[in-house]
């Protein structure tokens, strides 16, 4: 599976963004999808995960209220939108991919991982 994450930029803070994920191949459904971001100088964190189904999304608690994960699995895309975007949430942001992914919040569940897309949150 190959991820290609997209949709980056800068924004003012109070301001929002979607991003988006595309996965290639014929199973997307099959896969548990996470978001995940990397500030600088700090280790990848867990932002948001989405089941194949739908069935149970997951979010840190920073995000709660503020982002929303979907998937269309007929187009093979994930997305994250990012509401109330503050400072703190620029980072690098990472979608991924997990066949058997028993901790949603744990990174090295997921088996696929996209390059990342850069979201720079100006104050």
């Known amino acids: 599976v190959q991820l290609q994450a997209c949709g980056g930029g800068l924004v003012q803070a109070g301001g929002s963004l979607r991003l988006s994920c595309a996965a290639s191949?014929?199973?997307?459904?099959?896969?548990?999808m996470g978001w995940f971001h990397q500030a600088p100088g700090k280790e990848r964190e867990f932002v948001a995960g989405i089941s194949g189904s739908e069935t149970n999304i997951y979010y840190e608690d920073s995000v709660k209220g503020r982002f929303t994960i979907s998937r269309d699995n007929a187009k093979n895309t994930v997305y994250l939108q990012m509401n109330s975007l503050k400072p703190e949430d620029t980072a690098v942001y990472y979608c991924?991919?997990?066949?058997?992914?028993?901790?949603?919040?744990?990174?090295?569940?997921?088996?696929?991982w996209g390059q990342g897309t850069h979201v720079t949150v100006s104050s």
């Open positions: 991924a991919a997990g066949t058997y992914v028993y901790t949603p919040r744990r990174q090295y569940d997921y088996d696929y």
């Open positions: 191949g014929r199973t997307f459904s099959r896969y548990m």
